[in-house]
């Protein structure tokens, strides 16, 4: 193997991983959320959605309606949270929500930080799920959750690079 | 340059080509199954005999904050609706709750809160029938109590697919009431 064929791989790798990294912003610019694709972490929405579900998610809506699905963040907590809206008062400046997961008893607030008792629609929400795809996002659970299928992995695309150049 | 990487990704690639045009093809049956079977215009719902509830919280759990006084509702109503429409082959579950509308103080504001909702996840399941039915929810309002305003009440829905985006929509029926005075 000589020095042009490995620059040639090299690039063709960096290529793979940019454009990626530039089609994953973009859609990040067009729907409005810094994570337009994400993947269900928890059962607190069963049987609508269940761990590994795919989620497409949409935040260029001017409000929320009650009944919609929205994923938001807790300044202090860095998992963000699908839950269905239940309350929603408006005026024309500020939306306030109350959510609740599907399969929980009650509703969120002991899941929102001290003192507050709504999310505020434009500063706490990632988006509103728009569209599902199941089971996917699986992969990703096993990576990040299971170590053995961790090293596994790396293991094997390791290999692979030494056998097959 | 037939070795196993490119063999494996060209395989990967069609296949994920292949998956995305049958989730295109299944998202379009899908709508235009639930357009002829005309979900949006299901009008044989009934909502009556709503009645009103309040009480006065001083806990945190009912929306009370500093332990200042929270008029708290609920209701109790009368239902029958048939949502077996909604089920078709791609349906994984129908999420069918009961919200009340009503404005709020500003010009612009306005007020929507669930009082009742619940899973349906079979076609069997999917005609109700309820009387004197109680609300699942305790509702508090932003403002301190609910000023005896008139509310408007929807049966609303949402279906969630196998696969696809979720949709939306609400029967044609309304039932009305007007919260009790409590100040």
Same mark, same amino acid.
């Given at each position: 193997m000589n020095l042009r064929q490995q620059i040639t791989q090299?690039?063709?790798?960096?290529?793979?991983?940019?454009?990626?990294?530039?089609?994953?912003?973009?859609?990040?610019i067009v729907t409005n959320s810094h994570s337009p694709i994400v993947v269900v972490l928890s059962g607190s929405m069963e049987p609508a959605f269940q761990r590994g579900d795919i989620l497409f998610l949409w935040n260029r809506d001017k409000q929320q309606k009650v009944g919609d699905i929205v994923v938001y963040e807790i300044e202090g907590?860095?998992?963000?949270?699908?839950?269905?809206?239940?309350?929603?008062?408006?005026?024309?400046?500020?939306?306030?929500?109350?959510?609740?997961?599907?399969?929980?008893?009650?509703?969120?607030?002991?899941?929102?930080?001290?003192?507050?008792?709504?999310?505020?629609?434009?500063?706490?929400?990632?988006?509103?799920?728009?569209?599902y795809l199941p089971f996917i996002g699986y992969i990703t659970i096993l990576i990040s959750e299971n170590i053995y299928f961790?090293?596994?992995?790396?293991?094997?695309?390791?290999?692979s690079s030494v056998f097959f150049e | 340059m037939f070795n196993l990487v490119t063999r494996v990704q060209t395989a990967g690639n069609q296949a994920l080509t292949a998956s995305m045009v049958v989730t295109g093809f299944v998202i379009l049956l899908t709508l235009l199954q639930l357009a002829q079977d005309n979900v949006w215009g299901i009008s044989?719902? *009934?909502?009556?005999?709503?009645?009103p509830t309040s009480s006065i919280k001083r806990s945190s759990q009912y929306g009370s904050v500093n332990r200042k006084p929270k008029e708290n509702s609920k209701i109790q109503f009368d239902l029958d609706a048939d949502l077996t429409p909604l089920f078709n082959w791609n349906t994984k579950q129908v999420f069918v709750y009961l919200t009340a509308e009503y404005p709020g103080?500003?010009?612009?504001?306005?007020?929507?809160?669930?009082?009742?909702?619940?899973?349906?996840?079979?076609?069997?399941?999917?005609?109700?029938?309820?009387?004197?039915?109680? *609300?699942?929810? *305790?509702?508090?309002?932003?403002?301190? *109590?609910?000023? $005896?305003?008139?509310?408007?009440?929807?049966?609303?829905?949402?279906?969630?697919?196998?696969? $696809?985006?979720?949709?939306? $929509?609400?029967?044609?029926?309304? $039932?009305?009431?007007?919260?009790?005075?409590?100040?």
């Open positions: 090299f690039l063709t790798l960096a290529y793979v991983f940019s454009s990626a990294f530039v089609a994953w912003k973009t859609l990040g907590k860095s998992i963000p949270i699908v839950h269905r809206v239940l309350r929603e008062h408006h005026n024309s400046e500020k939306q306030l929500l109350l959510t609740k997961g599907d399969n929980n008893a009650v509703d969120d607030l002991s899941l929102y930080a001290k003192k507050q008792s709504y999310l505020n629609r434009k500063e706490d929400l990632i988006g509103t799920v728009k569209g961790k090293y596994g992995l790396l293991g094997l695309v390791g290999l | 044989t719902t *009934s909502i009556t005999n709503i009645q103080k500003s010009e612009g504001s306005s007020n929507k809160v669930t009082y009742w909702d619940k899973i349906i996840k079979s076609k069997d399941e999917a005609k109700l029938h309820y009387v004197n039915q109680r *609300s699942k929810y *305790s509702v508090w309002d932003v403002e301190k *109590s609910f000023r $005896g305003r008139n509310a408007t009440v929807r049966l609303e829905w949402n279906i969630q697919p196998h696969v $696809g985006p979720l949709i939306y $929509g609400s029967t044609e029926t309304t $039932g009305n009431f007007q919260f009790l005075r409590n100040e």
